[in-house]
């Protein structure tokens, strides 16, 4: 055993031989990590005095290794620092970003191997806390493969959580609130139509995991900076009082194959007393690397419309000849006549986006491969450069730049993820050529290379590939199917936005996202960063396309204009039909004129699964715009207005509800109000069943 290392730090640090006592930068929190007889680590955080995380294991498990670090460690040393910086992201919900926090480092030693070494780094903010593993080059340890990581997060208690089933390719499901003990009763209410799904475990659940204690703190669970590391989904044991991390394996079981130095991405618990500190938290995006982008002028927020929307509802097709089931002779493709992407089509949403000051369209089903793209498994499916022969590319390229409009390219790979890296330089140099600054990439469907899954290491360092590579080219990317973020849009700003969740497009053909979906969305998917949640719909019922269909948007169309506020995304789609728009001009004011790049966010009021308002102030200029929504239930918002500058008068345009409406019987009932306010104002706002509100202030 080696000598005790005690060290007396001005900063409320402890450390003695087998432990260590941490406190965050005000004292808010505490953490403690000890080293036990058997050599076994652990950690426990506390808030202000009461329990956060109870006594819980760390360690990681190597395959074929003689010993791991997981138990009979030696506690070589300990040293901590004070951390303090000021950061200004490129694009952001704020535009200064305060970083301050405690690092602890617990060095260990694996007697069992010859004296292996392993760092424990934590870092503690008074948000939570954050920690990784870490494996610095050394002559006893070079390759190695994690078989299982045994970090766990235990409880006093089985707090209630928000939660998805764990599934190593998919997170669209639907929320499911019950106590973790309850997980595996509650499983099947996660459930719903989609298509590659691969659960493991009836006890599985995914991250970002939100959590509510009965005293009423609220705790997340997630991970940050995840750029060479399967993701980290959470398996839930003793009855409810524990989660263990779980790693999303490859076929083989393996789940990364790591060499030293290397270290696990951070490990992320933001703690609250009330729901708006988790949304207020910055520090995911604190726990990731600085921007590697050195001129970001490329990267600019986006509004856009597309030919998306038409193809969800079910009005036209992706593919060309319109059988989608490969059924088609590849020399004499015959067009449908429902082919969405044409040249003529396009040409109506540059027009549109032009006369409305939009920023970009976005064109799905452009190229070749659409007849044959889904469910074969198949290698070589799209070639990302070959149109279709309605569809003239220079010759639309041409047309929005006279239009002072952007084009996206959409790049479905399929999941055929080799043909996508066979094709990627091809395609990107494509997009340059014509002038697309953006591209939405798509993972439909079971991976290829065969054996690998959505969420496994492998596709993680595709991902980090795609963003280091379009950022090589000037370019932004909006990732749908990927997993879900962890804040490595702070590291790559262009990677503007994903998916990763249950998006607006569910609504269109399926039971869609229940009412309170997107109350909790931002306690979960968005803990990471942007989704390209598509909002903005406003022909809410699908029976307008087909009639007889019960389809339709769990929503108002009031409600549709606050999700631009309550669903932080610097790429913003208006997802709904020109057609449409143009019959509520009135209300697509508001999407007009809302931000997508903030000075200032006002998390005003939030519980998860119930209602959330948000106010923001937008970037540079004197304008604040206010989104309120709610769930099933009607409620009252209260919207304090004191976050404006005071001595002043504002004019406040209000898109709420109408008394009548009612997201099932009568969803497009809106009004539209003016009125004059100053900060010492308080308004409060009805928002119908499924309804809410957006506000617009000058
Ligand atoms: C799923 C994406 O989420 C959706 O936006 C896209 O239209 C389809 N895939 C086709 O790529
Ligand atoms: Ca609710």
Redesign the pocket.
């Given at each position: 055993m080696k000598k005790f290392l005690f060290v007396l730090l001005l900063f409320s640090a402890t450390v003695s031989a087998q432990q260590a006592l941490l406190h965050s930068p005000t004292g808010k929190l505490e953490l403690t990590v000890s080293l036990d007889q058997a050599g076994i680590l652990r950690y426990q955080l506390l808030q202000d005095g009461a329990t956060v995380i109870a006594p819980s294991v760390l360690g990681v498990q190597f395959k074929d290794a003689e010993a791991s670090f997981d138990r009979g460690m030696v506690w070589q040393a300990a040293d901590t620092t004070v951390w303090s910086e000021m950061w200004e992201p490129v694009l952001g919900e704020e535009s200064t970003i305060y970083n301050d926090y405690h690092l602890l480092t617990v060095k260990l030693s694996q007697p069992a191997t010859g004296g292996q070494i392993m760092e424990v780094q934590f870092r503690l903010y008074d948000a939570g806390l954050g920690f990784r593993y870490y494996w610095p080059a050394q002559d006893k340890l070079n390759h190695f493969v994690i078989a299982d990581e045994r970090t766990q997060f235990s409880f006093n208690e089985n707090p209630t959580a928000w939660w998805i089933p764990g599934d190593y390719d998919t997170n669209e499901y639907f929320y499911v609130k019950s106590t973790l003990g309850e997980v595996k009763a509650s499983r099947s209410k996660a459930f719903t139509e989609i298509g590659t799904r691969h659960t493991w475990s009836e006890m599985g659940v995914q991250t970002p995991l939100q959590l509510k204690t009965a005293a009423g703190r609220y705790i997340n669970i997630h991970e940050a900076a995840l750029t060479n590391y399967p993701v980290m989904q959470l398996e839930i044991t003793d009855g409810g009082y524990s989660a263990k991390a779980h790693l999303v394996p490859n076929i083989f079981g393996d789940k990364a194959y790591l060499q030293a130095p290397c270290q696990s991405p951070w490990r992320a618990i933001n703690v609250g007393s009330k729901a708006t500190d988790i949304l207020a938290s910055r520090m995911i995006l604190n726990l990731n690397e600085p921007s590697k982008i050195k001129d970001p002028s490329f990267i600019k927020t986006t509004k856009y419309v597309g030919i998306?929307w038409e193809?969800?509802a079910g009005i036209s097709t992706?593919d060309y000849a319109g059988t989608q089931d490969g059924s088609y002779d590849i020399n004499n493709r015959k067009p449908s006549g429902k082919h969405g992407a044409t040249t003529e089509r396009t040409k109506v949403y540059i027009d549109f986006a032009a006369k409305h000051g939009l920023d970009a369209v976005l064109i799905?089903g452009w190229n070749t491969g659409w007849e044959d793209w889904f469910g074969k498994w198949k290698e070589d499916v799209f070639d990302f450069v070959t149109p279709y022969p309605d569809f003239d590319v220079p010759g639309l390229s041409a047309y929005a730049k006279s239009k002072g409009v952007k084009l996206i390219m959409?790049h479905?790979t399929s999941g055929s993820v080799t043909n996508y890296e066979r094709w990627m330089d091809t395609a990107y140099r494509f997009m340059k050529k014509y002038g697309y600054p953006a591209v939405?990439t798509?993972y439909?469907g079971k991976i290829i290379p065969r054996g690998e899954y959505h969420d496994g290491q492998w596709m993680t360092r595709h991902f980090n590939r795609v963003a280091e590579k379009t950022a090589a080219y000037g370019l932004m990317v909006n990732m749908?199917?990927s997993h879900r973020p962890t804040g490595l849009n702070r590291t790559w700003p262009n990677w503007i936005a994903s998916?990763a969740a249950r998006?607006n497009?569910f609504n269109a053909w399926s039971s869609g996202n229940p009412p309170e979906h997107e109350t909790i969305l931002p306690f979960t998917r968005l803990m990471g960063g942007a989704m390209d949640y598509?909002p903005g719909i406003f022909e809410i019922k699908m029976s307008t396309y087909k009639p007889g269909a019960t389809e339709q948007v769990h929503t108002t169309l009031a409600k549709q204009l606050a999700l631009y506020v309550t669903m932080y995304s610097p790429l913003q789609m208006a997802a709904d039909l020109p057609e449409n728009y143009n019959k509520h001009l009135d209300a697509f004011q508001f999407i007009k004129d809302v931000a997508l790049d903030w000075d200032e966010t006002y998390y005003l009021e939030a519980e998860p699964g119930d209602y959330l308002t948000i106010a923001r102030k937008a970037k540079g200029i004197n304008e604040w715009f206010v989104g309120a929504i709610t769930d099933e239930n009607s409620r009252t918002a209260t919207i304090d207005l004191s976050f404006l500058p005071a001595g002043k008068t504002y004019t406040l345009m209000l898109y709420r509800d109408a008394v009548d409406a009612h997201w099932e019987k009568n969803p497009m009932a809106y009004t539209i109000e003016k009125t004059q306010v100053n900060s010492g104002d308080k308004i409060t706002v009805a928002l119908a069943a499924g309804g809410g509100a957006a506000i617009s202030i000058k």
């Amino acid at each position: 055993m080696k000598k005790f290392l005690f060290v007396l730090l001005l900063f409320s640090a402890t450390v003695s031989a087998q432990q260590a006592l941490l406190h965050s930068p005000t004292g808010k929190l505490e953490l403690t990590v000890s080293l036990d007889q058997a050599g076994i680590l652990r950690y426990q955080l506390l808030q202000d005095g009461a329990t956060v995380i109870a006594p819980s294991v760390l360690g990681v498990q190597f395959k074929d290794a003689e010993a791991s670090f997981d138990r009979g460690m030696v506690w070589q040393a300990a040293d901590t620092t004070v951390w303090s910086e000021m950061w200004e992201p490129v694009l952001g919900e704020e535009s200064t970003i305060y970083n301050d926090y405690h690092l602890l480092t617990v060095k260990l030693s694996q007697p069992a191997t010859g004296g292996q070494i392993m760092e424990v780094q934590f870092r503690l903010y008074d948000a939570g806390l954050g920690f990784r593993y870490y494996w610095p080059a050394q002559d006893k340890l070079n390759h190695f493969v994690i078989a299982d990581e045994r970090t766990q997060f235990s409880f006093n208690e089985n707090p209630t959580a928000w939660w998805i089933p764990g599934d190593y390719d998919t997170n669209e499901y639907f929320y499911v609130k019950s106590t973790l003990g309850e997980v595996k009763a509650s499983r099947s209410k996660a459930f719903t139509e989609i298509g590659t799904r691969h659960t493991w475990s009836e006890m599985g659940v995914q991250t970002p995991l939100q959590l509510k204690t009965a005293a009423g703190r609220y705790i997340n669970i997630h991970e940050a900076a995840l750029t060479n590391y399967p993701v980290m989904q959470l398996e839930i044991t003793d009855g409810g009082y524990s989660a263990k991390a779980h790693l999303v394996p490859n076929i083989f079981g393996d789940k990364a194959y790591l060499q030293a130095p290397c270290q696990s991405p951070w490990r992320a618990i933001n703690v609250g007393s009330k729901a708006t500190d988790i949304l207020a938290s910055r520090m995911i995006l604190n726990l990731n690397e600085p921007s590697k982008i050195k001129d970001p002028s490329f990267i600019k927020t986006t509004k856009y419309v597309g030919i998306w929307w038409e193809m969800h509802a079910g009005i036209s097709t992706w593919d060309y000849a319109g059988t989608q089931d490969g059924s088609y002779d590849i020399n004499n493709r015959k067009p449908s006549g429902k082919h969405g992407a044409t040249t003529e089509r396009t040409k109506v949403y540059i027009d549109f986006a032009a006369k409305h000051g939009l920023d970009a369209v976005l064109i799905e089903g452009w190229n070749t491969g659409w007849e044959d793209w889904f469910g074969k498994w198949k290698e070589d499916v799209f070639d990302f450069v070959t149109p279709y022969p309605d569809f003239d590319v220079p010759g639309l390229s041409a047309y929005a730049k006279s239009k002072g409009v952007k084009l996206i390219m959409h790049h479905e790979t399929s999941g055929s993820v080799t043909n996508y890296e066979r094709w990627m330089d091809t395609a990107y140099r494509f997009m340059k050529k014509y002038g697309y600054p953006a591209v939405k990439t798509g993972y439909v469907g079971k991976i290829i290379p065969r054996g690998e899954y959505h969420d496994g290491q492998w596709m993680t360092r595709h991902f980090n590939r795609v963003a280091e590579k379009t950022a090589a080219y000037g370019l932004m990317v909006n990732m749908h199917e990927s997993h879900r973020p962890t804040g490595l849009n702070r590291t790559w700003p262009n990677w503007i936005a994903s998916e990763a969740a249950r998006g607006n497009e569910f609504n269109a053909w399926s039971s869609g996202n229940p009412p309170e979906h997107e109350t909790i969305l931002p306690f979960t998917r968005l803990m990471g960063g942007a989704m390209d949640y598509t909002p903005g719909i406003f022909e809410i019922k699908m029976s307008t396309y087909k009639p007889g269909a019960t389809e339709q948007v769990h929503t108002t169309l009031a409600k549709q204009l606050a999700l631009y506020v309550t669903m932080y995304s610097p790429l913003q789609m208006a997802a709904d039909l020109p057609e449409n728009y143009n019959k509520h001009l009135d209300a697509f004011q508001f999407i007009k004129d809302v931000a997508l790049d903030w000075d200032e966010t006002y998390y005003l009021e939030a519980e998860p699964g119930d209602y959330l308002t948000i106010a923001r102030k937008a970037k540079g200029i004197n304008e604040w715009f206010v989104g309120a929504i709610t769930d099933e239930n009607s409620r009252t918002a209260t919207i304090d207005l004191s976050f404006l500058p005071a001595g002043k008068t504002y004019t406040l345009m209000l898109y709420r509800d109408a008394v009548d409406a009612h997201w099932e019987k009568n969803p497009m009932a809106y009004t539209i109000e003016k009125t004059q306010v100053n900060s010492g104002d308080k308004i409060t706002v009805a928002l119908a069943a499924g309804g809410g509100a957006a506000i617009s202030i000058k």
